[in-house]
Nanobody
């Protein structure tokens, strides 16, 4: 049984920072591509950033230079450091784990609200 538990969401002013964490149980973490997705009200879920098992990263253009994804395989945890937050970053953020094969796993989501 694989479980992903996100934490670190909250309310922040524009220009502020938050750090999201996703702790994974089970043995698949170190072999998985780990990703952060987000879903804003009325919009489709979108991939924000991902990191391979070897540490290679990709980002959507709207967050590049502001967000940083990282992972600690010893702690089975992936992070998303979010700086210079904007109103449009408001969404529920989801952690995703994709090990080799077709199965993917999702966390329950954590709310990030950027508001003045």
């Amino acid at each position: 049984q694989v479980q992903l538990v996100e934490s670190g969401g909250g309310l922040v002013q524009p220009g502020g920072s938050l750090r999201l964490s996703c702790a994974a149980s089970g043995s698949i973490f170190s072999i998985s591509v780990m990703s952060w997705y987000r879903q804003a009200p009325g919009k489709q879920r979108e991939l924000v950033a991902d990191i391979s098992r070897y540490g290679s990263t990709t980002y959507i253009s709207s967050v590049r230079g502001r967000f940083t994804i990282s992972r600690d395989n010893a702690k089975n945890t992936v992070y998303l450091q979010m700086n210079s937050l904007k109103l449009e970053d408001t969404a529920v953020y989801y952690c995703n784990a994709k090990p080799p094969g077709t199965t993917t796993y999702w966390g329950q989501g954590t709310q990030v609200t950027v508001s003045s």
